[in-house]
């Protein structure tokens, strides 16, 4: 029969790494708005656990290529000391081949993550 997902237990796990190469447009000003792009790859880890029903449970490990956007502001203090706040959009997309009840299934992937950064540089 037919199991509904409520009578087990259900857990799904993402690990991400994006690995990217940026480009940014600043002005050289103490108080500095900033635009950055950029591109790479991600490496996706996905898991997801059914215990009522295991044969649903999958597990993904790809590289994908992956895009990211961001803006920011540095504040440099002195030669020596900078500070920067920024936000970024990183996403990445691709399809992954599962086996599903004995048959491959096309997976088509998409990631998206914001992450909000506070940065401050020292130069000796």
């Known amino acids: 029969g037919v199991q509904d ?5 259900y857990l799904a796990r993402w690990k991400r790494i994006p690995i990217m190469a940026w ?11 900033y635009v950055r792009v950029g591109l790479g790859g991600m490496k996706v880890n996905f898991e997801e656990i059914i215990s009522s029903n295991p044969i649903w449970s999958t597990s993904l490990n790809y590289w994908a290529f992956a895009w990211g956007m961001g803006a920011g502001l540095d504040w440099t203090l002195s030669d020596m000391f900078q500070m920067s706040i920024s936000v970024d959009v990183i996403g990445a ?25 506070i940065r401050s540089t020292v130069s000796i």
């Open 5 to 9: 997902i409520a009578d087990g237990t």
């Open 23 to 33: 480009t940014k447009l600043t002005t050289r000003t103490t108080l500095s708005p």
């Open 93 to 117: 997309e691709g399809t992954q081949t599962i086996l599903l009840n004995g048959y491959e299934r096309g997976l088509f992937i998409r990631t998206v993550e914001i992450p909000v950064g």
